[in-house]
């Protein structure tokens, strides 16, 4: 009996490190992506320098305001939820335009119908807005809804175990990593909305389960292999 607690408390163990463990690693892949687009847009500067640009060069473009989570609107709820409908009717266009294709340019053609820079032209157009703001309402309203999936995650877990016949010290370690995920999740999600107001929470609240299914759906159809 000695022997089978002590199994049981090592797998909770295993799972209550994974709560806290999963946020660090969906954060630590947002850094990446965000230092990869930094790299990239200094790689692309590089040959001019700072303040000197070219004679003939054209005036620059007005300065895009940063989307927070203070500055998002119900109607930029509305266009993130539309950016990513149309992206999967996109992809499922492609997908089959794919399986008909009979030359490389038939692919080309294909891939590029899935690009998820045309639907943000499409989408931006239609709401008015310019594509990098839509990429940035994209980016935040993201960072939000993986947030609340983690705070979900961490309450789950802590509700399901049972840890009943563990060591009181099993015990002890298990509510210390669910309470440190707790916080971390928390904390997360403070950053993540800060600002944001009692409107555009209500509604992305109302329409969460509608955009966790699509959100879903389009990364199954993206990163799944088209079907024969």
Request: hydrophobic letters at 40%; aromatic letters at 2%; one cysteine or more.
């Amino acid at each position: 009996m000695a022997g089978r607690g002590r199994c049981q408390s090592d797998r909770l163990l295993v799972l209550a490190a994974m709560a806290g463990s999963a946020l660090v690693g969906c954060n630590r892949l947002r850094d990446r992506a965000e230092n990869a687009a930094k790299s990239a847009a200094y790689s692309a500067a590089g040959s001019l320098r700072p303040g000197t640009p070219p004679s003939n060069a054209p005036a620059p473009a007005a300065v895009e305001p940063d989307v927070t989570p203070a500055t998002l609107t119900v109607h930029d709820v509305e266009l993130y939820q539309q950016s990513i409908n149309n992206r999967i009717d996109m992809v499922k266009r492609g997908r089959e335009q794919q399986k008909q294709a009979k030359t490389a340019m038939d692919s080309i053609r294909a891939l590029a119908m899935m690009s998820a820079d045309a639907d943000d032209s499409a989408v931006a157009r239609s709401g008015g807005v310019t594509v990098e703001h839509l990429k940035g309402v994209s980016k935040v309203l993201g960072d939000v809804l993986i947030n609340w999936q983690m705070q979900g995650l961490t309450s789950n877990l802590g509700s399901q175990m049972d840890t009943t016949n563990a060591p009181p010290a099993a015990r002890a370690k298990i509510r210390e990593v669910l309470a440190q995920a707790k916080r971390n999740t928390d904390s997360s999600m403070a950053q993540a909305t800060a600002g944001m107001t009692p409107d555009v929470v209500a509604t992305l609240q109302q329409r969460r389960p509608a955009l966790d299914s699509a959100r879903a759906q389009l990364q199954a159809l993206v990163f799944g292999a088209p079907r024969q």
